[in-house]
Structure formats: C-alpha cells, structure tokens
C-alpha cells in the first residue's frame, strides 16, 4: 500500500503561501463591494413597500433611524403592509427594525434587499440607487457626504401621517401673516465674533428645544466660512456644560448613534463640505432646552484697504448635471425624490417661515484705528466700547438668516504695519506673512491683457444675479484698449461664445461683444465644466498676459470635476472667480482663485457690478509684481500654503500660511517682475510682527484644505489619512473628523424618537421657481 | 488534487467574505455603554482653589465622550484638558482653578467624565492628585477618588 | 556448421509446424496448478482494501493540508491585524508626540514647570489688577487677559510637555 510521502507535510505550509493570496484579493473585493451581504441581518428585516407607496404614505422614514433602532422586534416586517398601504407599528413612528450595526455595507445591502417585498441582489447600480432615492439619507457616498434633508412638513394632502407624529398637538411657531406653520426645534443661533488682526474667533450657539409632545432628535445643516477652522464644541443641558471630544469620523457617528439608541442626549457635529456642516442632538425631551457651542477660527479677506468679515447663514441650492445622481438635489417641502438625486435638499417656499432667527455681534480690534464699517447685506448697529473697540451689532429687524452677513470695515492705511504674525507652542512655530503692494504703481506701463469673460447662464442666476453679473462685463468690455483681446463664454446647459477665438478689441468688435451679452439669459443647467473647458482649452497669447474671469454663483454639485479641471487645464491663465449673489458657494469660488494664482471677489445684490469691475480692471492691468519669490532671511519655513506665490496686485495682499523653526529674522525680502522691471520688498519685522493662539489651527485649516485641493487632482495619493489624522492633532473639525459629547450620566424614557430637520430658507435673490423642483 | 484545489479555493473564499462580514472594529453597538465617572477631592478644612489630576484607564476600554465640570460655581465649567486625551493614549489630565474668594471645602465634585465603555467588566482607573492648591496657591492636603456616576 | 544442417535452419518454417509449436508451449508453460477462486476472490479483496486505504489516507492527508493552509492563513491574519494596529497605535503616537518646546513664558511662578498653578497665579494677578510682566502676554496681543490664562491652563494639561 502506498503512503503519503513525507516531503507533502513539509510542503503543506508551502501550499498556503498562494492561499494566502487568492484570499487577500477575495477579502478586498469582498471589502469594496457595495452588495456584500451581511450575516448579522435580522430575520425579519428587508420587506419593503415599492418606493412609490413609501413616498406616498410614509413622509417621515428615515433610513438612518430605521437602522438605529433597538427597540423593534426582529422577527416582524418592518414595514406591514395593509390593502397595499405602508403602516407604522404604533409607538415607533421613526421606522422599525432590529439593531444593526452602523455600517455603510449594511445599510446598503439591507436597503438593496427590497422591492416589492422579494430578497436579493438588487441587479444594477442604477436600479438601486433608484429604489434609494425615495429614501432620503438611505445612500451614503463612500465620502460619507450625507446630506439631511429638510424633514416634510405635515402635509394635510397626504393624509394619516398628520396625527401620528410630531407633527400634531405640540406648540407650533406661528408667525404673523404666516400662511404654513412649521415645526420649529431650532429656535435661535447667537454668533459672537472677535476680530484681532485679521484674525476672526467665532463663537456660535445653536438653541435647540423640542417644542413637541414626544422626543425627538434635531437635525441642522447649516454653513460656515469655508476656511473655518472649528476646535471647539460645548453641549449645554440645563446648567450642566459638557464639552465634546474630536474623533474619527465614523467613530464619532457610532458613539452618537450607540448613545442614541440608549437613551443618553447626545450631539454630533459632522462637516459634510468644507463650509456645510450638519449639526444633530438626540433625545432631546419635550419641552427640553439645549444649547450647542460652536468655536472656530479663520482669517478675514482684505481688499484695497477693507478687510471683510462674513458669516454665511443659508445653504444655497446646487445645481447637478443631468445623468449624475450623487449630487444634491432642491426641492419644494414634501417633494422628496422629485430631483433623482439622491440626496435632496427642501426648501421652504416664499410664504413660508421657520421661525428660526439670529442675533449677531462683532468686536474689531484691529489695534488700529477703524475708520469705517459697512454692513453689506443686513442693517446693523455699529458703536465704540471704552476700550476703543468697535462693535457691530445686528439689528433686530433684520434677523432672517436667508442671507450672508458681510461685515466690511476700513482702518487707517499709514497704520499697517504689522504684516506678520507668528505663533509658537509645544508643537513648534506657526506664522501667516501678508505681503502689502507698493501704492505707487499706476505710472507703470499698462500691460496689454486678453479678457475671457465666462458667464452663468443657469436658472439660479435668473433676475438680478445675472444682471449684475452683465453689467460688470459691459464695465469690462468699455474699459479694454485696442491692443486688447477679448472673448465671451456662457454655460448653462451647454457652452457658446462670441466667436471661435479671442477677437481684437476694437470698437466694432466690443459692440459686437455688447450685442451678445444682452442676449443671454439665466435659464437651463449649470454645466460648468462646460465652461471651463471652452475658456482654458485654447492656446494662450505670449504677448498678453491672459485673465479668464468667472461671474456665476457656483450653485454646483460637482466642484471636484471643476477644481480639477482647472487644475489640469491652468497653463498660463489666471482665474478671477466673481461670486455672485447674496449666498454664493465661497467654497468654490476662493478654491477656484487660488488654483488659478488669481483672486477672488463678491457681488453682493447690493453691489454695483460696474464699480467691482472698474475695481479689478485697474487692479490686473497693472499687476504689482508676478513671479514672486520670497527670501527668509534665515528663518527656516516649510509646509507654506499656497504652494504657488498668487501674482501681486496693487490694493490686494498676497497672504501665506507656514511652519517655521528657529528665529524669526529682522527683515524678509519679497521680489519680482513688475513689466520689464525688477522689485523688491522689504518687510521689516521688528516693528511688524505680533502673536495670535489662533494661528495653529489656521495653519492646520489650511494645510487640509490643501490636502483636500490636492485630492483633485493626485488621485493616486490617500489623503484622507493625512488629513484625519491632521485634524485629530489639532481638535479641528475636517471631512473624516467629527465632535461628539454625551451626556451619559442620565437615560432618556422610551424609543429614541422623531428626527426633526430644521427648514432651510432659499437664498434671498434666489428665483425659488426657477431653482427648487416641486 | 484538483479536489484538493477547490476545497482550498473554497475555504479561502469563505475566509475572505467572512473577514469581510467582521466587523472594523472591535467593538458591536451592544456591547458599549456609557458611563459618567465623577471626580471627587476631599480638601478637608481647607478651601480648594486649584487642581491637577491625571488619570490613566489602565484596561485600555474607556474612551472619553464628555468632559462636565463640577457641582460648585467655582468648578462649573469644564477643566482644562488636552483633547488628544484618552483617544488612543491611555490618560487624560484635568485641570481647574478659581479665584472666588471661597472656594469650597471638604469633598467636592469637581469634575464629571463621560465615557464609553467596551464590554461589561468595570474598568480600572489609576488616579493621581498632582496638583491642590488654596487660593494662596498653597499646597494642601487633599485626596482624589473617582466614582462611576449614578444615573 | 554441417551444410545441411544450415540449409535445415534457413530454411522456411513450415506452416504446419506451428501447431505442434503452440502446443509444446502449452505443455511448457502450463500452470503446475490453478488458482482457487478463494483464494482468486481473496485477493482482489486485499487489493480493493488496500487501495481504499490508500485513497483514504490520500483524502486525510489532503484534508490535513487544507487544514495546515488554513491555520496559517488564520494566524497570519491574526498576526498583520495586531501588526496593523500597533502600528495605527505607533504612527498616532509618533504624529502626536512632538519634541515638546520648553515655553518658559508659561512658568508664571517660576517654579520650573508648568502646571495648572501658573495659570492660577496669572489669573489672579489679571483679576487684581496687580502689575504684570509684558512677558506673561502668551499670545502677544498687546495685553494680558484671560486669554493669556488660558493659553497657560492648555499647556499645563497637554499629554506632552507642560508639566
């Protein structure tokens, strides 16, 4: 009889080695797949009604509580259908289900194994994400942007929701000639600002009460400065102050969603772009109170002598190209799944109000004297304190948050002289250098340029936006001389222009260019990149130095595509981003000027385009200095952002943001090319120099909003470890970091309740018809 | 040894989708609690104005979700802390003051932790009183104890 | 050789001489005895045991194998995923542990370390209104306030360096 040779248990431990390998490759693709079932799924999950019955009787499901939920017996249909119409299982009105655990995956695969009450495999993706967007919140992207959407307000037309929920015998806010009332748990934000420098230190408190008979969880999503960098976070019950904790993204939202579900109030902050966050508190009691704080730091624009202090207050619609369904789609309240987006976003129409008010209040110290202040967008109330402090208060009758506040105030020139500010603690030295322009540079030679115009002619620019937008190009087409060049772009559902290349602008060919910018219209689309390709896709004029200008309000769900976009096609242009409107995507557009080494301005609906335009005219024509390079002096700087030195115009500092060791050295030299001559510039930093705590985590802000910047375009390189771990040195809020507290000294009674999403008004300026789908 | 191969093939591709299935981390929602851990210091006849404490989780289970301040007004608000606190490094080290007059005497609730608990088993806490101080900043003698809150 | 004898061994066989051929090797070959069917039927059984032992011992032995990968397969993973996150643990010490900087301007009371007391002392000294060192302005914004105090409370706490 034969025998097994010895030498096979010797290669037995061989044989294992390509084991090894075929289940590393099995365990990604099992990892990466989206339909990779789950094990721990509850028997009695996964019935669902089509989406079409869902919608029609169920307004108020939401995928992430029904995920959460403890309290559901596992063996019954989440959702009993009766005569063909979706039942809640009373005493669970957010949704039944036994506890899962959080995961991207399973949500998936448990959403994905419904469709008329059958199990399975959901076949294609679009398949899915169609069955999906009747869920709201039901399809996470891998980058966790989860939009809340405005919770439906109890509708009378759809009938049996009215009654059952939060929606009925509670104190509802209602308003003088206020046709539709809504339910209100946010009930007012407070924002407290410092200025110092150019330094601004926000506090903001959020005041959530549970104005219902049941308890609920709040939901806002709210905007802030999109180079906010958020280090703090105070939850308030009663007396009792709990400060939270910055943790991993998913980490925060499991520690929420587990407090959640035990009954504990607990809060989550979570940024969902760089200037969108959404702010969510649990198991807040009826009648209950809770106040969340909010810190954050950021540096202030500085233009022509103003420095510009904003605080944004309302979330502008975003547009998303036809075909694409990741991206964030408006609707009208109760409108749910009408964009085929498959996050959405309600609106409140024109008649109504949430109810929702803010107070606000800036101290300046600028340490010099402010000569003047200008409230763009709200009345305010301005005064001076007994220590030379300027305050700007925000009027009572002016207290809607459906628009930006910009805050503009002006100190004495021959008092700045302090253009560096540094910081040291126990992780080493930070600094920001602002380098100023000369002031006498008109009598250089004016310098022949080619002026791209691209306009927006989407929907969300109708009425006065675009208007004003045209009127800023028609200043800019007068001011051109005949060595000029010119060209005009528009984009909205398609790209065109004035003609096949930039044209001389001679006087025939500007009323030519006049002609056909009265033409244009805000109506279609937002295909910017559209845009972007016909204004950058062409060969660029050596003998001109070429500025392509955007005036659109960046109402966009794919800024990545564009940020890179511009990145790839830059050559020798500089991009001038104009925002346009009274809640234009600053995000966007200050990204925008940053990768095109240019600059960024607002037109606020109370601005006039033709003085913007006149601004910038005079301002690129004589640049003060391109190819910067800048001389330490010694001082041994590194990670300095932006990476490429922005050209230096006359009334518009070049800001930069670094890591130093050692000294900071006595002068530091900043030199370029002014035309065909050489400069210099000598910023001496004994009497130039001062200190702010804030320039750490303005530092970090900045670095992540490089790494984030730079994900555009290097996709071959992980960031998102970079950028978490970043965020965790530095307590800052970033996409893959969140703040989390629980007050888990006390349980809250019964089920985890209601989520309650805070209505968010249109943007005032915005044409509610022409942007939000109903 | 083709059946050889496909036994192989299959237990490889079992392994891999039920690594897959494992959770990431190592803890699933039920088996989390959350606890809040109240800091005592018994400053005697003396009236506490400044405190220094460190404490280290010694079973490496506890994350911290909340620091609360105390019981009196001089130690309402929530101490001093670094955030990187027991966020992977095991510890955490409190800090608070006042320059109320009267800062209060004997046993003082001074501060409260939140945390997150894996796994039923309490967890073991090592405390140390580095710092109090009267409000000469005078040393005083004072014991600090750690109790689980009752809710 | 004799020549006929030559001629006889050269010459063509005769067909009929194979016959006679076949049955002298019969008679040469034939078996001394037969085989009894026992002992016929005896032996395929040995065979047939004893190559279904060996198939069984081939089937355990390969089992043994899938088992020997496996194992090993179970315990280099174990292995990479403590390996992973001691080194998560590491590379989050590692960023989290900078070279601490001695500040000294937060040694208010100049004691040699910093602790929560230098802030205390700072804070009372702000309140009372008591004459201040320009080096106690922690964050250089031309006074000395609360926000200095707290700058020192931040340091005297910090995991590394501080007190």
Partial sequence: MRRIPKYAWVLAPLFAIPVLAISAILYTLACSSPYALRSSAPAGAGYYADAETAEQNYEDWDAEDYYASADAPASKSPFPIVNNELKLTPGAPSGVGAPLQRDVRARRSEVARGGRGRRGFISGQDDLRQKLAAYPGALPSQDEELWVIQKADADDSAGGRRGKGPCSGALLCKLPEQEETIPVPLEHTDVDASISAYIACVNVTQKFSNPYDQKIEAVYVFPLPQNAAVNEFLMTIGDRKIRGIIRDREEAKKIYDAAKRQGHVASLLTQERPNIFTQKVANIEPGKKIDINIKYFHTLAYDDGWYEFVFPMVVGPRYNPPGSTDGIGAVAVGARGKSGQSTEVEYLAPHQRSGHDVSLAVTIDAGVTVKQTKSVNHVAETRMDDQNRTIVKLSDRDSIPNKDFVLRYKVADDQINSALLTHRDATGGYFTLMIYPPETLRSLQRQPVELIFVLDCSGSMGGKPIEQAKSAIERGLKSLQPNDTFQIIQFSNNASQLGDAPVIASNENVRRGLKYLKSLKGEGGTQMIEGIKA???????????????????????????????????????????????????????????????????????????????????????????????????????????????????VGRPVILSGRFDGQVPSRIRVSGAAGPQDRQIVINTSNAAGEHAGLAAVWARTKIADLVDRATWDIDRDISGDIRQLALNYNLMSQFTAFVAVDSLSRTAGTQGTTVRVPVAVPDGVRYETTVTE | MRTLIAITLALALSTALVRAQTPDTKTVDTDVRFVAYDVFIDAGADALAAYQIEISDLSGRAKIVGVEGGETTAFDAPPYYDPKALNGEGRIILGAFTTEEDGPTGRTRVARLHMQIEGEPAVDFDVQLVVAADSNARDIDANVTLIEGKQ | MDPKRRQRMTRRPDPDDSSRLTADLHRLYEPRGGIPDSARDEIRHQARTGLSDLSRSRRWGGLALVATAAAIIFGVQLVLQQMADSTNRRSARETTAPTPILAQREDIDGNGRIDILDAFALARRVDAASPLNPAWDINADGRIDRKDVDAVAQTAVQLNGGA
């Fill in chain 1, 535 to 649: 204004a950058l896709d062409f060969p660029h004029d050596e003998e001109r130095l070429r500025f392509v200008c955007f005036m659109t309000d960046g109402y966009i769900g794919n800024e990545t595509e564009i940020l890179g976009a511009i990145h790839d096609k830059l050559d020798a242009s500089r991009i001038f981003s104009f925002g346009v409107g009274s809640s234009p995507n600053r995000y966007l557009m200050n990204r925008m000027a940053k990768l095109g080494a240019g600059a960024v301005a607002y037109l606020s609906l109370n601005d006039s385009g033709a003085s913007v335009m006149d601004g910038f005219f005079e301002r690129i024509s004589h640049p003060a200095m391109t190819d910067l390079k800048i001389d330490w002096g010694g001082m041994a700087v590194r990670d300095v952002f932006p990476e490429r030195l922005p050209d230096l115009f």
